[in-house]
């Protein structure tokens, strides 16, 4: 029965959560592991090059605001590009945007919002041009999202 709801989405909120572990089982999988001997920091953890600090977290949120706020693909206004986003991270299965946790992910999320875009805008593009715009973006995620923006802007620019 699952699968079938799961397929044709009928009575799917029947099984919501159902996959989500216990409180529990969180509590006991989040202790953490018994200290082992600490190896050289890998270069992510270095910043500058002479600092042993963390590198800060990602923080998916700011990342989308700040993609709002820049609004490369030109939505009528800031609010209107927060809506767009909105409906690519539920089309992706996540609810907010505090869920996306690195830059790749953040890319996943903007190329759904890209794909769509696209579509609505009724802006005609193959398959093939389209994988090749979004392996483009996508492979901006290793520079950072203000990298992503751009490459977004230039997808906007050539179809604009």
């Given at each position: 029965?699952?699968?079938i709801?799961?397929f044709t989405?009928l009575?799917?909120?029947?099984?919501?959560g159902?996959?989500i572990p216990?409180?529990?089982?969180q509590?006991?999988s989040s202790?953490p592991?018994?200290?082992a001997k600490k190896?050289a920091?890998?270069?992510?953890?270095?910043?500058?090059?002479?600092?042993?600090?963390?590198?800060?977290?990602?923080?998916?949120?700011?990342?989308?605001?700040s993609?709002?706020s820049?609004?490369p693909l030109?939505?009528?206004?800031?609010?209107?590009?927060?809506l767009?986003?909105?409906?690519?991270?539920?089309?992706?299965?996540l609810?907010r945007?505090?869920?996306?946790?690195?830059?790749?992910?953040?890319?996943?999320?903007?190329?759904?919002?890209?794909?769509?875009?696209?579509?609505?805008?009724?802006?005609k593009i193959t398959?093939?041009d389209m994988?090749?715009e979004?392996?483009?973006?996508m492979?901006?995620?290793k520079n950072?999202?203000?990298?992503v923006?751009?490459?977004?802007a230039?997808?906007?620019?050539?179809?604009?």
């Amino acid at each position: 029965m699952k699968c079938i709801a799961t397929f044709t989405g009928l009575g799917l909120r029947l099984y919501a959560g159902e996959d989500i572990p216990k409180e529990e089982e969180q509590r006991e999988s989040s202790k953490p592991a018994p200290a082992a001997k600490k190896a050289a920091p890998s270069p992510k953890e270095t910043t500058g090059g002479t600092s042993k600090e963390a590198a800060p977290a990602f923080d998916g949120k700011a990342a989308l605001m700040s993609f709002c706020s820049a609004n490369p693909l030109g939505y009528a206004d800031e609010k209107a590009c927060q809506l767009a986003i909105k409906g690519s991270l539920e089309t992706l299965g996540l609810a907010r945007g505090s869920d996306v946790k690195n830059c790749a992910d953040f890319t996943n999320v903007v190329s759904t919002l890209m794909a769509s875009w696209t579509k609505d805008n009724g802006i005609k593009i193959t398959k093939a041009d389209m994988a090749q715009e979004l392996a483009k973006v996508m492979a901006e995620a290793k520079n950072g999202v203000d990298a992503v923006n751009d490459a977004v802007a230039a997808f906007y620019a050539a179809k604009k």
